[in-house]
């Protein structure tokens, strides 16, 4: 099948524009319930009837109550909703209650901030390489300085949404099960625990779609690279001639590319 390299730089159009467009999705989680990163779960029997939801953000988070919780248990009341920041450590130990408590808001809140910086560094890269990217297929426009650019842009940014992603579950999700573990295990839930659970939610999985399509937008711009560079030597060949005039090279390389001698290589490639 034969591919347009016009078409390919399209679809690393598209790529960057998906990767950019869920890369700001994901920076959404840091101030808001619903695009929160990470979430956990404690439910209890009757004897206590405390049942827990806790919703965590990159800087916020929410702590939901139902039940018959007291002040005394886990700092809630029933029916009630926690808000507040991770890096007001004090307020938050408050909230989250219990001996393990010091160590999730520590870690949450130092993890929030470096995600920060990397998603928002990203989503300024993928914006920029968005635009060289536009401008390369709008004005149909080429050229390897402008091509190693995005190229490099995309892996750049794939790479920091992937390492965002890695730090989000190391210091802050599995700081959060650790955190329903140890106080499952603390008086008054000690014993009553019916049901407990742990799991990343949009902010995380936007974040994973960000890594996926930055990276496949780098993958198609090494494809067109690779091949790009392929057309142009076989180019080259197919054009040289000897001294008696007569080609050097083969012309029919690359069949499906009609070698004019003139001007640029062709603009397609095989695939």
Known sequence: MIVSIQSLRRLSLL???????????SLGGANNKRFAWGYGKMETDSSVDCNMK????????????????????????????NDGWFSDISTCNDNFWG?????????????????????????????????CSLYRVVFSKSGENLEFIIRGGAFTAGTMAMHSLAIWVVGCQNQLASYLDTTGQ?????????NQDHHIRQGTYFTILTTI??????AIELRIHHRSSDNQKNHSSACSETADGKPTGNPKAEPEVENTCEG???DVIVV
């Open 213 to 218: 399509f930055a990276y496949f937008a780098g």
């Open 186 to 194: 603390q008086s008054p839930w000690i014993g009553h625990v019916t």
């Open 54 to 81: 806790y919703f965590i953000g990159l800087h916020v988070y929410t702590i939901e109550a139902s039940g018959t919780c007291s002040s005394e248990q886990l700092g809630a009341f029933a029916g009630s909703v």
């Open 99 to 131: 001996i393990a408590s010091n160590a999730l808001c520590r870690s949450c809140a130092t993890v929030g901030d470096a995600i920060l910086t990397m998603m928002g560094a990203a989503a300024a890269l993928l914006l920029g390489i968005f635009s």
């Open 264 to 266: 640029d290589v062709a």
């Open 15 to 25: 790529s960057t524009a998906l990767a950019l467009v869920f890369c700001c999705l």
